[in-house]
């Protein structure tokens, strides 16, 4: 079914409204005593071919262990041949690093390359020293490089959004009470709250 343009309407009496209402009600309660009878026949369908279906699912769950055990043991054996095949590369490569990779760090070989790559630089901490340590000292010798972060308190200003009054500081020297929309409208700040249109028809019963 083609969808329909959307029509904007106005000039809605209350006589019209009252019958758009009556309309709505309607069809909501039809609607759901429809949907109703679908899940009473689809309950009805379900219910008569349930023990054929619990056969057949039980079927399908034991096929499919028996399946999942042999790719399991397969991927596992896979794995370890790998893994394997992987360390001895490896040992091979770090025995010999300073005679292969002098002038490149990767080899090729009959099967692919192997090499190393350098890691993205990172932070570690020295023996003896934690992270919490550290700060502290980079605090006291470097504090350039201490991170603060800062946000504004949303949900504070929310909660206290209809002070009559709050310290608003002006200057340096100059403080002053001001409602807390007056502050936070200085500060580029609004509380907004949207609006969304309901309709709640009574539940009658209507004959479909």
């Excluded at 309309?23 to 949907?35: F, L, P, V």
Aim: hydrophobic share 40%; glycine share 4%; net charge negative.
């Amino acid at each position: 079914m083609a969808r329909q343009k959307k029509t904007i309407i106005t000039g809605v009496s209350r006589e019209a409204a009252d019958e758009a209402f009556a309309t709505y009600a309607k069809s909501d309660a039809q609607i759901q005593k429809i949907n109703a009878e679908i899940e009473l026949q689809c309950a009805k369908i379900r219910e008569k071919y349930a023990d054929q279906l619990a056969e057949l699912n039980e079927t399908k769950d034991r096929t499919f262990e028996v399946m999942q055990t042999y790719a399991a043991d397969k991927l596992a054996t896979l794995g370890a041949e790998k893994d394997k095949a992987f360390d001895v590369l490896q040992s091979f490569a770090t025995e010999n690093q300073a005679e292969l990779f002098t002038k490149k760090k990767s080899l090729d070989m009959a099967h692919g390359t192997i090499g190393f790559r350098t890691g993205t630089p990172k932070l570690k901490t020295l023996k003896g020293f934690t992270w919490a340590s550290a700060l502290t000292l980079v605090k006291k010798f470097m504090p350039g490089y201490v991170r603060t972060n800062e946000e504004i308190a949303k949900d504070k200003l929310l909660a206290d959004r209809e002070l009559e009054a709050v310290e608003f500081i002006e200057n340096d020297i100059t403080k002053k009470q001001v409602p807390m929309g007056t502050a936070m409208a200085e500060c580029g700040i609004m509380v907004t709250q949207d609006e969304t249109f309901y309709v709640e028809p009574k539940k009658e019963e209507t004959t479909v």
